[in-house]
């Protein structure tokens, strides 16, 4: 009785230690490993090359942990102080970038996503042209020009303010949600806005997350746009400052002025700077990972 009521149960313990020994799930943690190294080794010898000696460097020691252990390119990059003003126009611009971004995204999807509204159809092709064409860079430079806004930050925000791609995915997340909680809520007397602010909105954190992420890592990585509209130098963003620092230290160590090659090569200075770069945002990200992971899943599977 005993033996037929484990041969009717589970697989046993030998077995299931056959299966957790099995060749493919050696093979496939292997390829996970290699896969995770490939991920992170530039990442890692970006820093290594970056905290070098210049010997070192030239002599290609460096590999994945520092040989010689120096600050040289870093001190280089900040001595001036120009890079903290350029850090803080950055999170300036990310941050009401970023903000403007979601408001603006927010109030587009949410009343797109009801079948109810008149020219629904008409206004979503609409929207959807523009992810297939677009005006080109000469007009749009000649428009901001006309509206007075080159030189100021809002030549980059206004022309920016919705992402059509990031609007359907929006969209087709509140899409998703159940029309019942609204229907409750309009029959207690809640209106448009408070069913927006308080029901809509805390369900959807891992959408907004994941959309909120995407446009934080595009202002934040901004060059080209400053690049056109920007020409204080006082209000340059961090990339635009890094390509800067990077080019006059590279002439310089070119002419043998200002620093010498036995203190610093070009790499490190520009390891050094994409460090500098990518660090805030990986500060950031592991406070949005689990609503990222889960926004990106639900808007790929909805959409």
Not at 176 to 200: K, M, N, V, Y
Not at 277 to 284: F, Q, R, S
Request: with cysteine.
């Amino acid at each position: 009785m005993v033996t037929m009521a484990k041969d009717r149960g589970g697989p046993s313990a030998a077995a299931k230690r056959s299966r957790r020994s099995s060749p493919g799930r050696w093979l496939n943690n292997v390829f996970l490993a290699l896969c995770a190294y490939a991920t992170l080794f530039p990442f890692v010898n970006v820093i290594a090359t970056s905290l070098s000696s210049s010997r070192a460097i030239n002599a290609g020691e460096v590999f994945m942990w520092p040989i010689e252990f120096n600050v040289d390119a870093y001190n280089n990059l900040i001595r001036d102080g120009q890079l903290v003003v350029a850090m803080q126009n950055t999170v300036l611009i990310t941050v009401v970038g970023t903000a403007l971004n979601m408001l603006f995204t927010i109030l587009a999807a949410y009343p797109l996503s009801k079948a109810r509204l008149k020219g629904r159809n008409l206004m979503l092709m609409a929207i959807l042209f523009t992810m297939l064409f677009s005006g080109g860079l000469i007009p749009n430079f000649l428009l901001v020009n006309s509206l007075g806004l080159v030189n100021t930050y809002w030549a980059l925000w206004l022309p920016a303010l919705i992402s059509a791609y990031n609007m359907f995915v929006m969209k087709a997340f509140l899409e998703g949600l159940p029309e019942e909680l609204e229907e409750s809520a309009s029959i207690d007397g809640a209106g448009e806005f408070t069913i927006l602010t308080r029901i809509i909105l805390p369900l959807s954190k891992p959408v907004i997350a994941a959309l909120t992420l995407f446009y934080a890592v595009g202002w934040w990585n901004s060059y080209m746009n400053v690049l056109i509209y920007i020409r204080s130098t006082d209000k340059m963003s961090l990339m635009v400052k890094l390509y800067q620092m990077i080019d006059l230290v590279s002439s310089e160590l070119l002419r043998g002025e200002g620093v010498t090659q036995a203190v610093i090569t070009p790499e490190s200075i520009r390891a050094a700077a994409v460090v500098f770069a990518i660090l805030p945002i990986l500060c950031v990200y592991p406070f949005l990972q689990k609503h990222f992971i889960k926004g990106v899943l639900l808007g790929s599977v909805k959409g």
